[in-house]
């Protein structure tokens, strides 16, 4: 895990690029009249979560999804050719 420590005066320049670093998972630490400071998001920013997931093909199937595009093919040049 990424960790930063930077004074007040740099984190109150950057706080932007400070918060998005600690939304990436880099801990953010600043310091304040001798007082340390931890900037963490208020929810986890589990990456997993995040992840669309996506329509696996059986390989065993992959012939009758062949043929399937093949006839969708067909019937879309036959609608295109009446215009």
């Known amino acids: ?13 950057d706080i932007f690029s400070l918060a998005e670093a600690a939304l990436n998972g880099t801990v953010v630490e600043f ?20 992840i669309t997931p996506l ?14 595009t093949i006839e969708l093919r067909r019937e879309m040049e036959k609608d295109w050719s009446k215009l």
């Open 1 to 13: 895990m990424l960790h930063a420590h930077v004074p007040i005066s740099r984190f109150r320049k």
């Open 31 to 50: 310091t304040h009249k001798g007082v340390t400071f931890r900037v963490i998001p208020e929810q986890s920013t589990d990456k997993i979560r995040n």
């Open 55 to 68: 329509e696996v093909i059986n390989p065993a199937y992959s012939d009758n999804l062949e043929s399937g």
